[in-house]
Every structure is written in C-alpha cells, then in structure tokens.
C-alpha cells in the first residue's frame, strides 16, 4: 500500500485484500480449470460495495473515482486474476454510459449494475477488426423508429452473461471520413437476433467469460444510441481513457502478487543447503520485480489521479497501461522461474499468474498500440 493514498483510499485497499482473501482462494483452481465462476461472489461484492465505485451516487454507486476502481482492481488481481477480472468487469460500458449516455439509459441501466442485478459487456473487437477500429463492419441502419444491427463481435467479455452489451456499430458506412461512421448502440441481450458462444480454451483469466457475438437483424429502439451519431469513435476513446486504468491496477496486482509469491518461495525453497534467498542471482529478480511494481504503480496512480480531476493525459495512460502490463509479464515470468518445475503446474498460483498476465499486453489495446499513442503525442 502507498503512503500518497488517503485513508479512506487505505480503508478500501484493505477492505477489498480482505474479501479477496476470503472468498478467492479456495475456488480459483477449480473455476480456472473447468472455466467457469459463481456468480454468486459477484453479488457478494456489489452488496458490499466493490462493484462500480466510480459511478456517481445519483445512480447508486459511490462516487469514488477511477483510482478507487484500480485499487480494488489491483488488490482482486493479487489475490487471482480470473475472479478478479469475471467481478469487476460486469460494469465494462458503464463508464461509457456515465460519459455519453441519456438520463433515461444512466437511470435504468447503472443502479442495476451495482446492485448486482444486471451485467454488462461492449463489444467493439471483430474477426477482422482488432487494434485498427475502424475497419469494424457491424451495421446498425435506421428502419422507422428501430436501429437494425448486423454483424460479428468477437472476443466480447461477459457477451454469454450480461444483460447490456454496448455495441460499435456503422451508422453512417457511406461518410467518406472512417472516424465519423460509427455510433455506440445498447441491445439487451434477450433481444430477438442477438446470440452468444463461448470462447474456451483461454491461456488464462478463465473464470471470465469472453464470447463471440452474431447480430442478425437486432431490432433495438433509437432511442438505444448512445452519445452522438456519428461520435462512436471519439467516444471509444474517452471511454478507453478510462478503461484502460482499470488494466493498470490488474497488471500492478498480478506484478505485485508473482514478487509476494517469489519472496515467500526463496526463503522457505532450499537447494545447494541455503534458501533460495541466499543466491544473489534470485535476490536481483526480487529487488528487480519489486523497482517495477512501485514504478508501473505510481504511473496509474498519476493517470488515473489526473483523470479523476478531469485532466486526460493521453500518452500518460498509455505509458501506465503499456509498462503495467510488461512488467506484470516480466515479473510473473522471473516467478515462475524462481518456482522451477512447480511453477509450470497449475495448482500454483504462480502458473495461474502466468497465464493470466499475457492478456494484460493484448486487450484495451495492444502495448504496441500504447506506443504508438505515446509516440504520436511526442512527435506531434
Ligand atoms: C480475454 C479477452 C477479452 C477481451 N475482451 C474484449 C471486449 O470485452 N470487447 C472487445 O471489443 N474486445 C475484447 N477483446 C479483444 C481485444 O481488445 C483485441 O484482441 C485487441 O484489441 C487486439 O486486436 P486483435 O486481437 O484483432 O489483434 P490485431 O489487431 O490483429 O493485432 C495483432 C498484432 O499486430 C499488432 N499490430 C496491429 N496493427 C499494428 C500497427 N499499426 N503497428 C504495429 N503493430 C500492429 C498488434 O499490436 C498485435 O501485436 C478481448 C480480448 C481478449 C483476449
């Protein structure tokens, strides 16, 4: 924990260590490996007040902002990646609705979310529409008073389970300038034409569903749009400006968790009749791991501070969410190695570490698209 956090900050911190402490545990191995979750740990978390803490009172959330979501983030990651990610990405969207959304939308959809009465997913990524957006072909025309959608998601988190997912959509495939044809449209899932498949076989965070989504025909009311039409792609932005934070707290718990995890095996693992510990080749890594940790935390803590008062420092969020993410690799990957042959099964948390981390480099935006947002601003 960090002495620039202020003691209510320091009350969740400790009070989100302690759910995860108790309730993650003794069920990660078995949802990682069958790929399942209980989503009964979900509404135990919004009942007590994790889920959502950014979203403003009025909505029935706790007004805290974006730093507060990170630190539980970071402190659920510690404790495993795959529940961590499978309870607090049920409000992934919301930050859009809070930003762009109606009065009518913010009202009806952000109580339910954190109550625990409803979840909720965005869909952007397609077969064949990853880092680059705007190649993203899923239409949504206008037929009376109804969006018509059309079109394949993929990789969609939570697109099996939620009840709310915010679609990217062309709304105007024929303007001549990419950036200005998209527009965010909200289905609810129970809406004829909308179906789901899970994705299995994920290398880790497999307590997190992650779906592929086909959209034919989706009848949704106009009044579903949300923000402008026609802004869907300056939206995505802002909203990754947000959600991209939330990626630092999980890659700064999961660095933070393998350096735990790496300390602890030192000093009790023996070989050559010394501890681990003993060896300064291990007490490099340690120190190593642990110069990353404090650096990747202060990045976000700076990012997601400055989001908070209302100051967006683009190419800053893409150094936090680009450096968390490679060093919680780095990291997991030196604990793995300080674990020898128990480290590659996967009753250790360190595997379950391991394999969860590569995810961190790759969604929300790849880390060589993080370079090119830091490098853009630089030379512009
Ligand atoms: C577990 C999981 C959950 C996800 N959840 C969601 C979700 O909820 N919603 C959603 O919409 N998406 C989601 N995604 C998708 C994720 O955001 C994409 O996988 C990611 O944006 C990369 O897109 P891609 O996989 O198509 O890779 P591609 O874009 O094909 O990239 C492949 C590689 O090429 C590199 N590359 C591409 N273009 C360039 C360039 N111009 N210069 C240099 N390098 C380049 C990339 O950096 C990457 O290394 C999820 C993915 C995973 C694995």
Same mark, same amino acid.
């Given at each position: 924990?960090?002495?620039?956090?202020?003691?209510?900050? !320091?009350?969740?911190?400790?009070?989100?260590?302690? +759910?995860?402490?108790?309730?993650?545990?003794?069920?990660?191995?078995?949802?990682?490996?069958?790929?399942?979750?209980?989503? %009964?740990?979900?509404?135990?978390?919004?009942?007590?007040? +994790?889920?959502?803490?950014?979203?403003?009172?009025?909505? *029935?959330?706790?007004?805290?902002?974006?730093?507060?979501?990170?630190?539980?983030?970071?402190?659920?990651?510690?404790?495993?990646?795959?529940?961590?990610? $499978?309870?607090?990405?049920?409000?992934?969207?919301?930050?859009?609705?809070?930003?762009?959304?109606?009065?009518?939308?913010?009202?009806?959809?952000?109580?339910?979310?954190?109550?625990?009465? $409803?979840?909720?997913?965005?869909?952007?990524?397609?077969? %064949?529409?990853?880092?680059?957006?705007?190649?993203?072909?899923?239409?949504? $025309?206008?037929?009376?008073?109804?969006?018509?959608?059309?079109?394949?998601?993929?990789?969609?988190?939570?697109?099996?389970?939620?009840?709310?997912?915010?679609?990217?959509?062309?709304?105007?495939?024929?303007?001549?300038?990419?950036?200005?044809?998209?527009?965010?449209?909200?289905?609810?899932?129970?809406?004829?034409?909308?179906?789901?498949?899970?994705?299995?076989?994920?290398?880790?965070?497999?307590?997190?569903?992650?779906?592929?989504?086909?959209?034919?025909?989706?009848?949704?009311?106009?009044?579903?749009?949300?923000?402008?039409?026609?802004?869907?792609?300056? =939206?995505?932005?802002?909203?990754?400006?947000?959600?991209?934070?939330?990626?630092?707290?999980?890659?700064?718990?999961?660095?933070?968790?393998?350096?735990?995890?790496?300390?602890?095996?030192?000093?009790? !693992?023996?070989?050559? *009749?010394?501890?681990?510990?003993?060896?300064?080749?291990?007490?490099?890594?340690?120190? =190593?791991?642990?110069?990353?940790?404090?650096?990747? !935390?202060?990045?976000?803590?700076?990012?997601?501070?400055?989001? %908070?008062?209302?100051?967006?420092?683009?190419?800053?969020?893409?150094?936090?969410?680009?450096?968390?993410?490679?060093?919680?690799?780095?990291?997991?990957?030196?604990?793995?190695?300080?674990?020898?042959?128990?480290?590659?099964?996967?009753?250790?948390?360190?595997?379950?570490?391991?394999?969860? $981390?590569?995810?961190?480099?790759?969604?929300?935006?790849?880390? =060589?698209?993080?370079?090119?947002?830091?490098?853009?601003?630089?030379?512009?």
């Amino acid at each position: 924990m960090d002495f620039t956090l202020s003691k209510e900050q !320091r009350d969740i911190v400790r009070a989100a260590r302690k +759910f995860a402490l108790g309730e993650f545990p003794d069920r990660a191995l078995e949802f990682d490996r069958e790929e399942t979750f209980d989503l %009964d740990l979900w509404r135990k978390a919004c009942e007590l007040g +994790f889920v959502g803490v950014f979203i403003a009172p009025s909505y *029935g959330g706790a007004g805290m902002g974006f730093l507060e979501h990170c630190l539980i983030n970071e402190e659920f990651w510690a404790v495993d990646p795959g529940i961590g990610q $499978a309870i607090l990405s049920t409000t992934f969207g919301s930050e859009l609705i809070g930003l762009f959304g109606s009065e009518d939308q913010k009202k009806m959809i952000l109580p339910q979310l954190v109550s625990g009465q $409803a979840i909720m997913g965005t869909a952007i990524t397609e077969p %064949d529409a990853g880092s680059d957006v705007t190649s993203a072909t899923t239409t949504a $025309a206008k037929e009376g008073n109804k969006w018509v959608i059309n079109g394949n998601k993929m990789f969609a988190t939570n697109g099996n389970i939620a009840n709310y997912i915010l679609v990217f959509c062309q709304t105007d495939p024929k303007n001549p300038t990419r950036h200005e044809r998209y527009s965010f449209i909200l289905v609810q899932t129970n809406t004829p034409g909308y179906t789901s498949k899970k994705i299995t076989g994920k290398m880790g965070i497999r307590a997190s569903d992650t779906a592929e989504i086909v959209l034919r025909n989706v009848r949704v009311p106009l009044a579903n749009l949300v923000g402008k039409e026609g802004e869907g792609f300056h =939206e995505l932005m802002a909203f990754f400006n947000r959600t991209r934070l939330h990626i630092c707290g999980q890659a700064v718990g999961l660095a933070r968790a393998a350096l735990e995890e790496s300390i602890r095996h030192t000093k009790d !693992r023996h070989q050559f *009749g010394a501890p681990l510990a003993s060896f300064q080749v291990t007490q490099f890594k340690i120190a =190593e791991m642990a110069t990353w940790v404090r650096a990747a !935390r202060n990045l976000y803590y700076e990012a997601a501070w400055l989001v %908070d008062q209302g100051k967006i420092d683009h190419a800053l969020i893409s150094m936090a969410k680009w450096f968390s993410a490679e060093i919680a690799v780095r990291c997991v990957d030196e604990a793995v190695q300080i674990y020898g042959g128990y480290g590659y099964i996967d009753e250790f948390k360190v595997n379950r570490l391991y394999r969860a $981390a590569k995810v961190l480099e790759i969604y929300e935006g790849t880390k =060589e698209m993080e370079k090119i947002i830091i490098s853009r601003t630089l030379l512009r």
